[in-house]
């Protein structure tokens, strides 16, 4: 017995690595048993969330999505299965959050460009405001099609497409025998497993101190996100301009400054992240607290912290 597990226990190891891809980072990070089949699995991972970019990236003139935004005011337009779904599933997040998660916020977010530091005029603003309305986004099951039912409608998945990379990869891991593992892209990870024995130690930023951890979290088996207004932002006169917009108004959501969910799942996790963060603190965590599997911690833009009900305070866990 002994001599047959010694060679796998020499071998096994942690792998992983970390690439720019979809404007941000995504790392995958993975305990194997044989390193090869370890390494060919991470490649694996980061094939799929280079193909799904290539369905829902806005950036490029022929993904999927594009073509839906050029054409879905004129007709309906078909979608892959993959992109229907997500449409569909971000069009559910829209209900159950009143329309702060609204994928049609592109009719603005498109007139933005944080790296040359442009906004919308005022006059841009309120025109595209009118595009707003994630109801203008009609469905088809049958033909799976997507129409939009108003000229000028964009849609963007960038608060969920991400959440759907890591699910996706972390399937995969699972496939392929992965029994332990951490796959993130951006703000969003989802974890396998526990990290051998201990849990994942998942730290929340502090969003304003760069490098600074502001609370780790132990999880395993588990999907967290966090949206912040420090990820792709710039000041100008006083006013922090950042990709996360209020689709009430149409300008960046203000009042919060980081919002973390966590639950089983991660395009859930990830689109209840940038809705927390829309909604502010009394709605956010009123709308998780009607959700048994999901937990949120909001920073606010006084720097305080607020726990969802089903979470117990650090205090309280110390005081047992
Ligand atoms: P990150 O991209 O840093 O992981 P989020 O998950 O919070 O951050 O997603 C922010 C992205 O969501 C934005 O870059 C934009 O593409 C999209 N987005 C912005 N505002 C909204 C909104 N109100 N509803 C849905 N998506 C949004
Ligand atoms: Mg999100």
Redesign the pocket.
């Known amino acids: 017995m002994v001599l047959l597990l010694l060679p796998f226990a020499v071998n096994a190891e942690w792998l992983g690595d970390a690439r720019p891809m979809m404007g941000?980072e995504v790392s995958v990070y993975l305990w194997s048993d044989d390193p090869e089949a370890g390494l060919a699995a991470v490649e694996a991972v980061f094939r799929e969330a280079d193909r799904i970019d290539h369905l829902m990236s806005t950036y490029k003139e022929d993904s999927e999505i594009s073509k839906i935004n050029r054409e879905a005011a004129d007709g309906p337009v078909r979608a892959g299965e993959e992109l229907y779904q997500l449409i569909e599933r971000?069009l559910e997040i829209s209900v159950l959050t009143q329309g702060?998660?609204?994928?049609t916020?592109?009719s603005v977010?498109q007139h933005f460009d944080f790296r040359a530091r442009r906004h919308p005029d005022e006059a841009t603003v309120k025109s595209e405001l009118e595009n707003i309305n994630f109801r203008y986004v009609q469905l088809d099951a049958a033909s799976r099609t997507v129409t939009f039912q108003k000229q000028g409608v964009r849609i963007?998945?960038?608060?969920?497409a991400?959440?759907y990379v890591v699910e996706r990869g972390i399937d995969i891991l699972r496939t392929k025998g992965i029994r332990n593992a951490m796959v993130t892209?951006?703000?969003?990870t989802r974890l396998l497993g526990d990290r051998r024995g201990r849990p994942w130690m998942v730290g929340i930023r502090d969003p304003r101190r760069e490098g600074k951890v502001a609370m780790t979290l132990p999880l395993q088996n588990e999907a967290v996100?966090?949206?912040?207004d420090y990820?792709?932002y710039f000041d100008e006169d006083g006013v922090r301009y950042h990709?996360?917009?209020?689709?009430s108004t149409g300008l960046s959501?203000s009042g919060v400054h980081s919002a973390t969910v966590f639950g089983p799942d991660a395009v859930t996790t990830?689109?209840l992240?940038?809705?927390v963060?829309?909604m502010g603190v009394d709605h956010g965590l009123r709308m998780i607290a009607a959700l048994p599997d999901y937990e949120s911690i909001v920073i606010d833009a006084e720097g305080r912290v607020f726990y969802s009900d089903g979470l117990e305070q650090p205090e309280d866990r110390e005081a047992k």
């Open positions: 941000t971000s702060a998660f609204d994928i916020y592109e977010g963007n998945l960038g608060g969920i991400k959440g892209a951006g703000g969003d996100s966090t949206s912040g990820e792709r990709h996360i917009i209020q689709p959501a990830d689109a992240s940038t809705s963060f829309v």
